[in-house]
Nanobody, 123 residues
Framework: QVHLVESGGGLVQAGGSLRLSCAAS????????MGWFRQAPGKEREFVAA????????YYAESVQGRFIISRDNAKNTVALQMISLKPEDTAVYYC????????????????WGQGTQVTVSS
């Protein structure tokens, strides 16, 4: 079992930045690929970014490529999502997730989820 807790969400103006963090506990953190997803009201949960256990490979949704950076600190069992140049369409609840399948985007491939943190970008 892996327990994930997100933090760092909030309200920011368009063009601003936020840094989300996810703290993991339970099973060995380095066993998992870590991902970030988001869900806006009335929309399906969508993939944002993922990172391999070593941090050597990352994968981004096209909509955030060049604006978001995912990173992890295995010594601290944390994964972060640095977001810059935020847009109103980035407004959503952001979820941290873990999987032992690989660097994938499908939410069904992720077995463990955090409770989410709200990000609101005002225009």
């Amino acid at each position: 079992q892996v327990h994930l807790v997100e933090s760092g969400g909030g309200l920011v103006q368009a063009g601003g930045s936020l840094r989300l963090s996810c703290a993991a506990s339970g099973r060995t953190f380095t066993s998992f690929v870590m991902g970030w997803f988001r869900q806006a009201p009335g929309k399906e949960r969508e993939f944002v970014a993922a990172i391999t256990w070593s941090g050597g490979l990352t994968y981004y949704a096209e909509s955030v490529q060049g604006r978001f950076i995912i990173s992890r600190d295995n010594a601290k069992n944390t994964v972060a999502l640095q977001m810059i140049s935020l847009k109103p369409e980035d407004t959503a609840v952001y979820y941290c997730a873990a999987n032992d399948r690989g660097l994938v985007a499908g939410p069904e491939m992720y077995a463990y989820w955090g409770q989410g943190t709200q990000v609101t970008v005002s225009s």
